[in-house]
């Protein structure tokens, strides 16, 4: 099989420096030897460090597209693609490369880790030889394939996924949703009868300032809200309590939901809760979101909506038919 590993950054391949950790070149080499040193291994491995390797939470929209156009470039000359890394928009990635290769008919595995490789406690190999099981699985299965992240043992699906914990090695959940696999000594597989579509490569141009998050917490005002829902701002994540809601009493914060909405801002209601669905209007206090125009973002991570309000923005649908794919 022909595995294309993509180093894009994050602790993985990180090494000490006088600021604390940061990305290395090298790593591409040192994970090229590893890899060479197993017998067990008879894939084509093609390692590609980017020009450019940075800390994940630098990571933007651009970088979603760089790294869809690379595998999309790549795409007939190879069976399988791995992305190494950072955890901390990990799960935002994965989902944007779920929606840009939509029913993946190969696999497309996003790993990193907790602890960088070079460390002897280091979970860096365990992930990278998952993701690789992960891919010797699915090779060859359109129908089982498509877009994951692989952590602690988990192949969760690509928009799935939450960065549930800071240290634990279980640094992901897949709160609404089973993951699609285990692996243990075996793989455990969850079955799936969905018949799947067929496959779609599209890599929208990303504009970095076109989706925001509005956070609700008590004594949320218009003021703290301005400033996220500005001109250019085309979608927007509220961050809802419970089953959807938000405070009701204030009209002037209502407003101006409803005048973006009116002026064609997507805005998406997902819950502060880590797992469960948002229930529109089961509460006044959600029946008010609604009538501002906001929508429901259902049983969605909040990574999984913003990345998809940035594709469909990108791809330059209009307001009705973002709707309408939410
Ligand atoms: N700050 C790192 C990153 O996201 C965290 C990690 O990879 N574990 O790049």
Request: with cysteine.
């Amino acid at each position: 099989m022909k595995i294309y590993i993509a180093y894009t950054g994050g602790t993985i391949g990180m090494v000490p420096s006088d600021q604390g950790l940061i990305p290395d070149a090298a790593f591409a080499d040192h994970l090229t030897q590893h890899l060479n040193e197993s017998d067990e291994l008879a894939h084509d491995f093609v390692i590609a460090s980017y020009p450019t390797l940075i800390d994940s939470s630098n990571a933007t929209p651009k970088d979603w597209q760089t790294i869809g156009r690379d595998i999309e470039s790549k795409w007939h000359d190879f069976d399988a693609f791995i992305v190494l890394h950072g955890t901390d928009t990990m799960a935002y990635t994965s989902a944007a490369l779920s929606f840009m290769f939509a029913n993946s008919e190969k696999p497309i595995i996003v790993t990193g880790s907790q602890v960088p490789m070079y460390k002897v406690r280091t979970d860096a190999m365990i992930n990278v030889m998952g993701a690789i099981s992960a891919c010797e699985e699915l090779n060859g299965e359109k129908n089982r394939s498509g877009v994951f992240l692989f952590f602690a043992g988990r192949l969760i699906e690509g928009d799935r996924a939450h960065k549930a914990h800071t240290s634990d090695w279980q640094a992901f959940s897949s709160p609404n949703c089973p993951e699609r696999g285990l692996l243990g000594i075996d793989w455990r597989w969850r079955s799936t009868d969905v018949v799947k579509q067929p496959m779609t490569i599209q890599i929208p141009d990303m504009d970095e300032g076109a989706v925001t998050i509005l956070p609700v917490f008590p004594g949320v005002k218009v003021a703290h809200w301005q400033g996220l829902l500005s001109e250019n701002v085309k979608g927007a994540v509220l961050l809802s309590y419970g089953a959807g809601n938000a405070p009701d009493k204030d009209p002037a914060l209502l407003a101006l939901l409803k005048a973006a909405t009116d002026r064609g801002v997507v805005i998406v209601n997902v819950s502060q809760c880590g797992a469960g669905s948002v229930a529109e209007g089961a509460y006044a206090a959600g029946s008010a979101l609604v009538k501002a125009g906001v929508i429901s973002g259902k049983d969605m991570t909040y990574e999984a909506v913003f990345a998809k309000l940035h594709f469909l923005i990108g791809s330059g649908l209009t307001h009705q038919e973002i709707l309408r794919r939410f």
